[in-house]
T-cell receptor
Framework: DADVTQTPRNRITKTGKRIMLECSQT?????MYWYRQDPGLGLRLIYY???????NKGEISDGYSVSRQAQAKFSLSLESAIPNQTALYFC??????????FGDGTRLSIL | QQQVKQSPQSLIVQKGGISIINCAYE??????FPWYQQFPGKGPALLIA?????SEKKEGRFTISFNKSAKQFSLHIMDSQPGDSATYFC???????????FGQGTRLTINP
């Protein structure tokens, strides 16, 4: 299985701050994804990348940006955080059309 | 717009009983239907998946039943155990497992 590492695991910050969540993987998967999880809404796709030069918006990309620095690294940024971006954030990876493997998430609270 | 609707939101089952979680989808182009299991503090992990060319898939105590005409699929957990207590998500996608659309999740509790 892919080793998908997310940092930080928990973060509390204030409205208006810029925040970066990082994801790295060690199995050489080409595809990486960012989701947010909210109670009662399941997981929703924010951005996805099928290779280093490919970045695509997901269902809820407004207020977020991403960077694929290398095949193994995919970071998510909140340029100016707002309270309704408080959520659990998950990174996932996959190889081709194979199942996605998820990291253990970042719990983000915006005050 | 929720393309995949999951029910119930929470479910309590006695040990040894059958747990059933249902999902309905709207997009007939979906061709891959996985179920994910999530424990507290962990990310979702693939449990079992099905493609629409079969009506049922079984792996151990876990079975997916798929009804293409009704656009519904369900997860059955036989002989439910306390260790099955978790949140379960159904999902759907097309062209393989690329862009998953998730249901709302079901919190399952198995009482000993």
């Amino acid at each position: 299985d892919a080793d998908v590492t997310q940092t930080p695991r928990n973060r509390i910050t204030k409205t208006g701050k810029r925040i970066m969540l990082e994801c790295s993987q060690t199995k050489g998967h080409d595809r990486m994804y960012w989701y947010r999880q909210d109670p009662g809404l399941g997981l929703r796709l924010i951005y996805y990348s099928f290779d280093v030069k490919d970045i695509n918006k997901g269902e809820i990309s407004d207020g977020y940006s991403v960077s694929r620095q290398a095949q193994a690294k995919f970071s998510l940024s909140l340029e100016s955080a707002i309270p309704n971006q408080t959520a659990l954030y998950f990174c996932a990876t996959s190889w081709g059309n194979q199942p996605q493997h998820f990291g253990d998430g970042t719990r983000l609270s915006i005050l | 717009q929720q393309q995949v609707k999951q029910s119930p939101q929470s479910l309590i089952v006695q040990k040894g009983g059958i747990s059933i979680i249902n999902c309905a989808y709207e997009n007939t182009a979906f061709d891959y239907f996985p179920w994910y299991q999530q424990f507290p503090g962990k990310g979702p992990a693939l449990l079992i998946a099905i493609r629409p060319d079969v009506s049922e898939k079984k792996e151990g105590r876990f079975t997916i039943s798929f009804n293409k005409s009704a656009k519904q699929f369900s997860l059955h957990i036989m002989d439910s155990q306390p260790g099955d207590s978790a949140t379960y998500f159904c999902a759907a996608s097309f062209q393989g497992a690329q862009k998953l659309v998730f249901g709302q999740g079901t919190r399952l509790t198995i009482n000993p």
